[in-house]
């Protein structure tokens, strides 16, 4: 998944060129007068989000449940055995 690494960098990135630097040093030193989540709080809460969906937490847990949810190759040839059940019964009423 790219989505969530996408929303990642560009939250990282907003940071960056609100400070004009890439030295951590820098980056708080600027926020002395108010710290950058309040003005950015829309970008935290989508920066928190994509940690989350880094991490695989409970929302984001799918390719761990996956093989839970669809049972593979099942999925497409089990469904015939039921097709030649009700074909057989709307042939012979």
Do not use: C
């Amino acid at each position: 998944m790219v989505s969530y690494e996408l929303i990642l960098s560009s939250a990282v990135l907003i940071v960056i060129l609100l400070t004009g630097s890439l030295n951590f040093t820098t980056i708080i030193e600027s926020q002395q007068a108010i710290w950058f989540i309040v003005p950015l709080l829309p970008v935290f809460i989508f920066y928190f989000i994509s940690i989350l969906a880094e991490t695989s937490r409970t929302p984001f847990d799918l390719q761990e449940a996956e093989s839970e949810l669809v049972a593979g190759f099942f999925t497409e040839h089990s469904s015939i055995i039921f097709v030649f059940f009700f074909l057989n019964i709307l042939k012979n009423p």
